[in-house]
């Protein structure tokens, strides 16, 4: 037995007993993704995915989509695109109608992701 799983062995036994028992049925797919998970914190599964849930009943952690990192991909680029355009307008670079359509078109796509995100964490508020 490792150093680790001694230490989460203690820290079952400081908290009240665990009377309760919650069944979980995956598919296929979705077990090879929770063992995934687990495997990556060094868990077992079952300990894992209660661990995740508590967290999530408690709001410690905020489950977030799937198509969430296709937003957050969105506004980094974005941002990188509106700091490039502040370093070109700082040095003079680009005609003033040009920077402002990038500057449009870049706010634009900001506000679409962040009006996304928003959506999506709503529920949460």
Do not use: C
Not at 21 to 31: F, H, Q
Request: aromatic share 4%.
């Amino acid at each position: 037995m490792g150093a680790g799983q001694g230490a989460r062995r203690r820290e079952r036994q400081m908290e009240s007993p665990r009377s309760y028992r919650v069944n979980l049925a995956y598919n296929e797919a979705e077990l090879t993704i929770v063992r995934e998970a687990a495997k990556r914190e060094g868990m077992a599964v079952s300990a894992w995915a209660a661990r995740k849930a508590l967290a999530v009943a408690k709001d410690q952690l905020v489950p977030v989509s799937a198509d969430a990192r296709e937003v957050l991909e969105e506004l980094i680029r974005s941002r990188g695109e509106l700091v490039r355009l502040g370093e070109s307008a700082g040095v003079g670079g680009g005609d003033a109608g040009s920077v402002a359509r990038f500057v449009e078109e870049a706010v634009r796509r900001v506000d679409r992701a962040t009006l996304q995100l928003m959506r999506e964490r709503a529920a949460r508020w």
